[in-house]
């Protein structure tokens, strides 16, 4: 394989999301087909020109290139047809960047009625509907969007999203835990339920959620695992030292860990050890005190 077709390779197994870099290293493939189509290595899921094209094309709007997304929507409608679903989803996408919302809304409630059985109109349908600040219609419309497709695992995080951003964090936990039965390998998605549950006040919920996403990671903490160490430190202290005039009762009746301390030792001790890096070293020292007040 070519360094080229690596790399687009990489992109769909890694699940990468590199729009520039994307459109650098397709725009060469896609100019030879007969190369596009060879796929001995096992590569065909990449390299099918008309694959490439569709993910051009929608990196193209990541960065706001329309004259290439537009061209990429003309050669695929040749190439597969103007009442394709992907290709009528890609005009509405490029709508989105050109017209206005009204037009788009009624743009994705005509082609949903259409295409019962394709969730895709219907997602962008709500999409748009929360872009035009309609919240309680699009709530309405994704919980009955997941009564029908309850296994998309967008819509659930989705349907999360929109509750915390009303501070809605009861029924936001309430959609991260359908999401936790759809993903239960999912480290992201228990982060999410730990930093919710932290904001909705039950910090002993969040304390072990958030302990779950380290037990799910590597030793070492970084990416992720640092965020949830941070969360760890952050949930120990508030249960040791609580604010006056709080309460540390917890909604979900989760139990305190009774080596609590131990646990907050830990905690900073990890979260030092993830700036004691070359890269963190310049605010070791201001974590560390932060560390050690109270």
């Known amino acids: 394989m070519s360094p080229s077709i690596e790399d ?37 899921f990449v390299v099918n020109p008309a694959t490439v094209a569709l993910t051009r094309k929608q990196c193209a709007l990541d960065v706001g290139r329309l004259d290439i997304a537009k061209t990429a929507w003309k050669a695929l409608s040749e190439r597969i047809g103007h009442d394709s679903p992907r ?10 960047a050109t017209e206005s919302l009204d037009t788009v809304l009624r743009f994705y409630e005509s082609e949903a009625s259409k295409n019962q059985h394709n969730p895709s109109f219907w997602k962008r349908q709500i999409s748009v509907l929360r872009q035009m600040g309609r919240i309680e219609e699009a709530i309405n419309e994704l919980r009955l969007f997941l009564d029908t497709f309850y296994n998309d695992l ?31 390998q999912n480290p ?20 072990r959620n958030f302990l779950i996403v380290i037990d799910m990671s590597d030793q070492t903490p970084v990416g ?9 430190k952050l949930c120990a202290r508030r249960l040791i030292h609580p604010p006056a005039g709080t309460s540390n009762e917890s909604p979900s009746k989760t139990p305190v860990p009774k080596n609590i301390k131990l646990i907050d030792q830990l905690a900073t001790e990890r979260v030092l050890t993830a700036y004691s890096g070359e890269r963190g070293i310049h605010n070791r020292d201001v974590v560390s005190r932060w560390m050690t007040s109270n």
């Open 8 to 44: 687009l390779a990489s992109f769909r197994t890694k699940n990468f999301r590199a729009s520039q870099e994307f459109i650098d290293k397709a725009s060469p493939i896609l100019k030879d087909v007969k190369k596009a189509k060879s796929n001995d290595d096992g590569t065909h």
């Open 87 to 96: 290709v009528i989803l890609l005009q509405g996408l490029i709508m989105e």
């Open 154 to 184: 967008e819509g659930w995080l989705e349907l999360a999203d929109i509750y915390s951003s009303c501070c809605q964090y009861t029924s936001a936990l309430q959609a991260l835990s359908h999401a936790l039965l759809l993903a239960p």
């Open 188 to 207: 992201f998605t228990f982060l999410q339920f730990a930093e919710t549950a932290f904001s909705a006040g039950d910090i002993q919920l969040a304390l």
């Open 224 to 232: 992720f695992s640092v965020r949830a160490w941070w969360g760890v």
